[in-house]
Nanobody, 127 residues
C-alpha cells in the first residue's frame, strides 16, 4: 500500500508554468507505476500523464503532449509534473495515483487501473 500526497497547485496566468509534486509513503515506491489525472467541474476524471516503474516509459494525453513533463525519483519516492504553456482549459483538480503493476515498462492511462489516490491539488489558470 502507498499513500500519494500532492502539492504545488495554485493560480497562474495563461502561458505560465507550475510544477506539481507527489510524495508517496507507506510502500515500495518503485513497485508502482505513477499517473496524474485531472477533473474539471462537471467533467469526468481524465488521464494527463503516466510513468512506468523504471521511469523509462512515459505517456501523455494528446491535450498536454509537448507542454507537460512527468518524472519520478525512486530514491526520494516522488513523482512530478512540470506544466508549461498552461491554458485556461488546464484548470482542474489534479490527482496523483499509484498503480500496482509487475511490468517495469508499463503505465496505465485509465483511472480504473490505479489503486491508490491522493486528495488532489487545485490548478487554476486565468485567461
Amino acid at each position: 500500500q502507498v499513500q500519494p500526497v500532492e502539492s504545488g497547485g495554485g493560480l497562474v496566468q495563461a502561458g505560465g508554468s507550475l510544477r506539481l509534486s507527489c510524495a508517496a509513503s507507506g510502500g515500495t515506491f518503485s513497485g508502482f507505476a505513477m499517473g496524474w489525472f485531472r477533473q474539471a467541474p462537471g467533467k469526468e476524471r481524465e488521464f494527463v500523464a503516466a510513468i512506468s516503474r523504471n521511469g523509462a516509459n512515459r505517456r501523455y494525453a494528446d491535450s498536454v503532449k509537448g507542454r507537460f513533463t512527468i518524472s519520478r525519483d525512486n530514491v526520494k519516492n516522488t513523482v512530478s509534473l512540470q506544466m508549461n504553456s498552461l491554458k485556461f482549459e488546464d484548470t482542474a483538480v489534479y490527482y496523483c495515483a499509484a498503480q500496482m503493476i509487475a511490468a517495469l515498462w508499463s503505465a496505465g492511462s485509465t483511472p480504473n487501473g490505479y489503486d491508490y489516490w491522493g486528495q488532489g491539488t487545485q490548478v487554476t489558470v486565468s485567461s
